[in-house]
């Protein structure tokens, strides 16, 4: 991650985030057809970068996306609220995907909101 935040700061925070979200993408797109454990692993470690790549991106866009600090604090406050309900409702949602619709779809379920250029498409 610390890595991922520099890159911002040299090549542009949304070109990393946007780079970050089709990695993640592609990365749960192999997961969800992966055939073996291996491709499985293997593409849970590209999630991982995708991941890497757009967390410290986020906040940088968040703060930058509002000069007034009134309005950055609640935006900071706002982003750091969804990232900690994430926490909670990730196994939630989860198991209620793996209980109506298999394993496979914990991993598909993320390949529309990247096709659709999630938050940043902007």
């Known amino acids: 991650m610390l890595t991922s935040g520099a890159a911002g700061d040299r090549y542009g925070h949304k070109r990393v985030v946007l780079t970050g979200l089709g990695v993640f ?16 692993v293997a593409a849970r470690v590209v999630q991982g970068v995708g991941a890497a ?5 986020t906040l940088a866009i968040v703060g930058r996306a509002f000069p007034d600090d009134a309005a950055r604090a609640l935006a900071i406050g706002v982003w750091a609220a969804i990232g900690s309900l994430a926490l909670p409702a990730g196994p939630l949602v989860g ?9 496979r779809a914990v991993f598909l379920i993320n390949v529309p909101v990247v096709l659709q250029g999630g938050p940043c498409r902007r």
């Open 25 to 40: 993408g592609a990365g749960s797109l192999a997961c969800g057809l992966a055939q073996s454990a291996g491709v499985l």
């Open 95 to 103: 198991g209620a995907l793996v209980d109506g619709f298999g394993w």
């Open 53 to 57: 790549l757009l967390l410290p991106g």
